[in-house]
């Protein structure tokens, strides 16, 4: 199998962003909703608010704009979300405790079915409802019945090494939150979250902006 | 001042990802290394790699790569990580919690100078070193000498309010963990930040995978 190639990530990594908000929008019984708006609130030009909602396939009506529960449910459609998604948790540290707790992810159809640490302190604990399972038990529970993705959170020094066990066990999709390029088979999807790109974004957007204010002086 | 657009996102949101391999290789006594190595390490084309470090202006040496220290240097100035980056973190909750655990935010030049909560049973406990100050003493520590950054890990309903708030005591740029996009002054620098995003792409890769299998059929 060929490796996956996405297109329109980051009209796709806004999906959340515009649900929240059509959620809300929805709560206050608002029962359609323009471009404009939407464009509006999210800082972007209606052109790509437009493209990114054609993705969807739900067809917004001219003069009137969206109806708001149909876009709720094509972004949903859309990305699966309403479908479970069977997971597991692998490395209960701060970052994996705030996954535990983030209800939203349940909302989103990620459904954790288990959860692991090597730490033997932590066996037996719960967190956010979830029971902490000794690493070593990792083929013992998910050989079976492997869970469709592995959340990773383990320290980077250990991501390829867990990688590597949690496909050999069957699971074929990870999300590595861990700042390495994980090596794996073509046909394993790896999602990598670096939560210092995101500063890396920011800091150059500082420098741009430094530049500017020297160059208008 | 009109509104920062940043080029590049993709290869700057790299840039933590090459920088860990590089200070890998360094205390390997790796002096340098070829652009197909650090490719193949990424998962990218080397065309790619080479424009990616373009950005940093290190240029390598035909047949004999990069010197590592000289990368490691050029990302670091590129980003300005050589130099210190104040900031204050408001919500101090588990996501909050995380990123003050995280040591590695250090090592990329955040100085994290003060922190806040509004709930008031936190105030002076301390998280991973940092005391944690009472929200409402923000307009009192932060207005006399504002720190150049805000990282906001509040409830998402609450992150318009508290941006708007930070904004008002000085602060110009804002990496915002709600799931909710601000509506601010144009001057203000925005990076949001929702983990969210990265599960939507993991599910569209997952879907575009099994409509591949499907059609293998």
């Not at 959340?151 to 990688?163: D, F, I, K, Y």
């Not at 090596?183 to 979250?193: G, H, K, T």
Request: charged share 25%; net charge negative; glycine share 8%.
């Amino acid at each position: 199998m060929k490796k996956i190639k996405l297109q329109n990530t980051p009209a796709i990594r806004r999906m959340p962003t515009y649900l929240h908000k059509l959620d809300l929008l929805a709560a206050e019984h608002e029962e359609t909703v323009s471009t404009t708006k939407l464009a509006e609130y999210m800082n972007l030009d209606p052109v790509i608010v437009k493209k990114d909602f054609e993705l969807t396939n739900v067809k917004g009506q001219p003069g009137v704009g969206y109806q708001t529960a149909d876009l709720i449910e094509g972004i949903r459609r859309f990305l699966r979300w309403d479908q479970l998604c069977s997971a597991t948790l692998v490395g209960v540290g701060a970052l994996g405790s705030a996954i535990l707790g983030f209800t939203e992810f349940q909302e989103f159809g990620m459904k954790i079915t288990s959860v692991f640490d090597s730490n033997p302190d932590k066996t037996g604990t719960y967190v956010h409802g979830h029971e902490v399972l000794a690493a070593d038990r990792m083929e013992e529970i998910l050989k079976q019945d492997p869970p469709r993705i592995a959340v990773l959170c383990v320290p980077t020094s250990c991501s390829q090494e867990v990688a590597e066990k949690v496909v050999h066990l069957g699971i074929k999709a990870i999300w590595n939150f861990g700042n390495v390029s994980l090596s794996l088979p073509d046909d394993v999807i790896v999602q990598r979250e670096v939560l210092a790109g995101g500063f890396a974004v920011l800091s150059s957007k500082l420098v741009l902006r430094d530049e500017g204010e020297n160059s208008d002086q």
